[in-house]
């Protein structure tokens, strides 16, 4: 199964700051297959991204997803409070799907 | 607007069973492939099971095959997973999840917890 790895675990950043979140693939993952979730406390995961660049209806243009092969990276132009979470990358390029481990996205 | 809502979870003895739904609205179930994601506590997602929008075609994780089994019945707008067998390690938050936009999972129920403990 593809392996997904994301970097940092942890992101310790301000309100207003760029955050830049990792996923790198153990094998080479088709960019339309690749994907990114939100998951704030006590809450389902929310689509944010997917085909590697796409933003889901009603998401804010400060959230930018880029990158092929087995690299991809999650923008977050300036942090708003409500962007404090955690954040997974899930390909459904090659089964068994998997997900990342998250990435935690924290008030500095 | 499209709503997914788990229900069925609790506390079960290891060797138990239980038998999750997801009730769909907003849309029409039978149009969608759909999968069950599962997050023990503190931990992140796993994939567990698929089934085409015929119910016709079904996959799992290795680490639920023979054990779980997903169906559904369209015409109740309801997907299920029944699980049997079950282990300390098949605690979690089990969500149902639609397939939309080219394969990816794009609505997420809330979730039902499946606590497995003597």
């Known amino acids: 199964e593809i392996v997904l790895t994301q970097s940092p675990g942890t992101l310790s950043l301000s309100p207003g700051e760029r955050a830049t979140l990792s996923c790198r693939a153990s094998q080479r993952v088709s960019s339309s297959y690749l994907a990114w979730y939100q998951q704030r406390p006590g809450q389902a995961p929310r689509l944010l991204i997917y085909?590697?660049?796409i933003r889901a209806t009603g998401i804010p243009d400060r959230f930018s997803g880029s990158g092929s092969g087995t690299d991809f990276t999650l923008t977050i132009s300036r942090l708003e409070p409500e962007d404090f979470a955690v954040y997974y990358c899930?390909?459904?390029?090659?089964?068994?799907?998997?997900f990342g481990q998250g990435t935690k996205v924290e008030i500095k | 607007e499209v709503q997914l809502v788990e229900s069925g979870g609790g506390l079960v003895q290891p060797g138990g069973s239980l038998r999750l739904s997801c009730a769909a609205s907003?849309?029409?179930?039978?149009?969608?492939?759909m999968h069950w994601v599962r997050q023990a506590p503190g931990k992140g997602l796993v994939w567990v099971s698929r089934?085409?929008?015929?119910?016709?075609?079904?996959d799992y994780a290795d680490s639920v095959k023979g054990r779980f089994t997903i169906s559904r019945d369209n015409a109740k707008n309801t997907l299920y997973l029944q699980m049997n067998s079950l282990r300390a390690e098949d605690t979690a938050l089990y969500y149902c999840?639609?397939?939309?936009?080219?394969?990816?999972?794009?609505?997420w129920g809330q979730g039902a917890l499946v606590t497995v403990s003597s």
């Open positions: 085909g590697a660049s």
């Open positions: 907003g849309f029409t179930l039978r149009s969608h492939w």
């Open positions: 899930h390909q459904y390029d090659i089964s068994p799907r998997t």
């Open positions: 089934i085409n929008a015929d119910g016709t075609t079904t």
């Open positions: 999840a639609r397939v939309d936009l080219g394969g990816v999972l794009d609505n």
